[in-house]
């Protein structure tokens, strides 16, 4: 059964979700935070603060000229795309994406898209987005002198090297076989392509590999540019003939789908390969590459083939901190951390909430190509030692086809908890952000008879009253799913909700929606963050008001789908303490579109506006109420116009009895200092932005 909760928010000023950089990266430190007097340049007071309708957030490094909008609608691609000076040079319908080559800057474009839909002049757009890029999690190349201690074996395709192979003993390789090798499971492995001609993967490759940079199918063995991909791909299906070395799915077959050639072909290219290896028949996906970025597109692609029952594989990476990547994050992946021979988490190993298992992933021996030549002799390579969660990510995707041998109708997520219920703990007991539930053990989880319960389902739709006075949805606004303390999932709304790429359609979603697909059952923390607006409602337009967080719990059942609404406002209170008694003021900017003024605090409230004033001379305050009309915007500034002396002042914004404190600031007297000048005020971090009364395109300020 659909249940919906409707959720006033907590609502906590400051605490920005940056899905991509960190989850409430942006907060100031609160009433502990400490730093220099900030000299500012004097402004003119009299001047009309800027106006910049629409804010366009860029996570990462992306492909110049091209830009990705999601449809709902074939003519709205066109229309979008006509407005930019672009053309569409590709559509997936199935994943109603478009890609658009644009003749200007992207961050152009994406402003006059968003602006466009805004004002109500563009429909059917579900988002825009740059085409962003990737990159491979490169192997930790091993030891050299571990490798010339093996002398010529390690590259003698007729010895049998199973015994260097630690990583199969450690899972229990052998136990696993008993039960099953991966027979009639495809796993496909997104990479660099694979060298399907060397001797331990002949008779284990699909006949033809798809080839993400043009878009089409080869037909071929040996699709690998820079040797990653058959180093992953020996470990999941290497032959098991007493020579070279074996796979941990042995019976199992391999489909390359190459996405780096050799730099990654970009968020939309990638997107379609995973809908191309799913419809081809793949089983398992494997992957192992990420970035930083969140992309509704490649979102929507994972979505799609953990709606076709195909378990999604990736790598954590080899950064050794704790952040987030994606598509490691996307709800439903299997994020895989790395494993040393001590059976302990390896030191380079990636953490986070949304680790699933770890796997083996030091001093690993697999394959290269065979146009991999030894050093001084000239003669074929064959095989090399490689170390990080590229090699652990792998024997996970094995052990994924071994248990869907044995289950063919298990679903995505009741291939996961199988893999987990049955991983061995190697750090603290139970599930952790290190190692996630453990390092797997293929012989306990290749032998499950029962298949575990089902994943649930959430769907976060946000909303504010802002300046409006019927819910207005929030898109971008990033959602994160807790549970007992740890960030487990993490997700995005679009710009309309009126379907979910790639889900099961809810055709009752109105709002921008965040779905969340194939997660553990139980009770969760849900904490939205983004961008509060207001809506100049009798053109279209929007902007900035504040910067929100909204807080709410749900529950979800094996099977069910509960979805989530939570409404954000804007209230706030503005404290300004002045180390001396100078004379200078808190000052707010009370903006509409029929008068402009700065209100200092000892003037009354100005006709029209929800706000309250109190203080002293050195302690002043002002107070938003919860909602507040399409035309207000809010801009703080200190006011030294009228003092006599240089004023010295800390701002403090309160929502909810959550504090963020900015400064300390230093205005000479007669000086005017507003907030979208301040250096650490949280609207001045780098966005784009684009309007039509701004300075005439788009910036970064």
């Known amino acids: 059964m659909k249940k919906t909760l409707l959720l006033s ?29 900030v000299a500012p340049t004097p402004a003119d007071p009299n001047a009309q603060p800027p106006d910049w309708q629409v804010s366009v957030r860029i996570e990462g490094e992306y492909r110049p000229g091209e830009v990705l909008i999601g449809y709902s609608s074939e003519a709205a691609v066109h229309e979008a795309a006509a407005l930019v000076g ?38 059917d757009v579900r988002f825009v987005e740059p085409n962003y890029t990737r990159e491979l999690i490169e192997p930790r190349r091993e030891d050299r002198a571990m490798v010339t201690e093996l002398g010529p074996r390690v590259y003698d395709p007729a010895v049998d090297l199973r015994p260097r192979q630690w990583g199969l003993d450690m899972v229990n390789a052998e136990a696993a076989w008993a039960h099953a090798t991966g027979q009639g499971v495809i796993v496909a492995v997104l990479d660099s392509g694979v060298d399907g ?38 470990i999941v299906a290497a032959r098991n003939d007493g020579a070279g070395i074996t796979g941990l799915a042995p019976g199992a077959r391999i489909l390359s789908v190459r996405i780096f050639d050799p730099s990654f072909v970009g968020d939309y290219e990638a997107a379609v390969a995973i809908l191309e290896a799913v419809d081809y028949g793949a089983q398992v996906l494997n992957n192992s590459w990420g970035g930083k970025a969140f992309s509704q597109t490649l979102q929507a692609a994972v979505a799609y083939a953990l709606a076709n029952d195909a378990v999604f594989v990736v790598s954590m990476g080899n950064d050794h901190m704790d952040e987030i990547m994606f598509p490691a994050a996307y709800p439903g992946a299997i994020g895989v951390g790395a494993t040393n021979p001590d059976d302990r988490k390896a030191d380079f190993s990636t953490t986070g909430g949304y680790i699933s298992v ?43 086809g071994l248990v869907l041998e044995r289950h063919p109708g298990a679903a995505p997520h009741q291939v996961r908890r199988v893999l987990e219920s049955t991983a061995e703990d190697v ?69 309309e909700g009126w379907s979910e790429l790639g889900y099961p359609e809810d055709p009752g979603g109105i709002f921008g929606v965040a779905p969340f697909h194939g997660i553990e059952p139980g009770t969760y923390e849900v904490i939205v963050g983004g961008e509060d607006v207001t809506a100049y409602w009798w053109t279209g337009w929007s902007r900035v008001a504040n910067r929100v967080t909204a807080r709410g719990t749900v529950t979800v059942g094996a099977g069910g789908l509960e979805t989530v609404t939570l409404t954000l406002n804007s209230e706030l209170e503005v404290i300004v303490d002045f180390q001396d008694d100078v004379g200078a003021r808190l000052a707010v900017w009370e903006g509409d579109t029929f008068a402009t003024a700065w209100s200092v605090w000892e003037a009354p409230p100005a006709s029209g506006d929800w706000g309250s004033w109190s203080g002293t001379a050195t302690e002043q305050a002002y107070k938003l109420d919860p909602v507040h009309w399409d035309w207000d915007v809010y801009y703080l500034a200190i006011d030294a116009t009228g003092a006599t ?42 966005h784009w932005y684009f309007g039509l009364d701004g300075p005439g395109g788009p910036f970064v300020y």
Not at 9 to 36: M, T, W
Request: net charge negative.
């Open 9 to 37: 928010g907590v609502l906590l000023l400051g605490l920005l979700l940056i899905g991509c950089s960190g989850l409430l990266s942006q907060n100031r430190g609160g009433a502990d935070y400490v730093g220099d007097a």
């Open 86 to 123: 672009g053309s569409v040079v590709d559509r997936s319908s199935r994943l109603q994406v478009a890609k658009v080559d644009v003749p200007g800057a992207v961050p152009a474009a994406l402003g006059r898209i968003m602006q466009a839909v805004r004002r109500g002049e563009l429909r």
């Open 197 to 234: 001609t060397h001797p331990d993967l002949e008779g284990q490759m699909e006949p033809q590999w798809f080839d993400a940079a043009s878009g089409t199918w080869v037909a071929g063995l040996d699709s690998d540019t820079q040797g990653h991909g058959t180093h992953v791909a020996g």
């Open 358 to 400: 770890s796997a083996p992933g030091e001093r690993i021996l697999s394959c290269v190509p065979t146009w991999y030549v030894q050093e001084g002799t000239g003669t074929n390579h064959h095989y090399e030692y490689q170390g990080g969660t590229s090699m652990a990510a792998p024997f996970v995707s094995a052990l994924a």
């Open 427 to 495: 750090e603290s007991g139970g599930f952790d952000r290190r190692t996630g539930y453990g390092r797997i053990d293929a012989g306990a989880g290749a032998g499950v008879t029962v298949l575990p319960a089902d994943g649930g389902q959430v769907e976060v739709y946000v909303t504010t009253e802002s300046g409006l006075n019927w819910p207005f949805n929030l898109p971008y606004v990033d959602v994160m799913l807790r549970r007992g303390g740890v960030d487990r999932y993490f997700g995005q709304t679009d710009l």
């Open 645 to 686: 002396g240089d004023a010295v002042a800390t701002v403090t914004v309160i929502q909810n009895g959550v504090s963020e404190v900015y400064g300390p600031y230093a205005v000479e007297a007669g000086g005017f200092y507003p907030s979208y000048g301040w250096p650490d005020w949280w609207e001045n971090t780098p």
